[in-house]
């Protein structure tokens, strides 16, 4: 196992630990997450280097600021448990794969049609609000 330690001009540090198996990259500071989460220094400083982010849908917006076209390939597990109002994740991505077993039930809606749609129009066009509701079956 090898464990390196790199400061940043900010004044926090990452720790670095790898493995045959895993890579384990953190960002430590005495400021809380919701700072380190709203200054995107995470992205700045550790996406060059290890292009891969793995996160929910829930927890996208608040991790990633989303921007048209940001991601080149976005992975979706178990798409079929998605809400579409969720989906905004893809406005983030040039390329979607998705994963997933349509024989799965579909995700239980707790908002009306017409609040999803308030939700998603700051992010999503008219027409692929269509596309998208068509996609989930809506």
Known sequence: MLDSVVECPEGGYFTLE????FLNVQYRDKKEYADIVSSN?????IFPIFP????TCNSFGSIIKPRRDFLKYLLVDEVGT???SKAVVLYSAKKAIFFGDTKQLKPVFSITHTMEQDLLRPFIKNEDLLWLWRLFGR
């Open 18 to 21: 790898a493995t045959e198996d």
């Open 41 to 45: 220094l995470l992205l700045t400083q």
């Open 52 to 55: 891969i982010i793995s996160v």
């Open 82 to 84: 998605i809400p579409p």
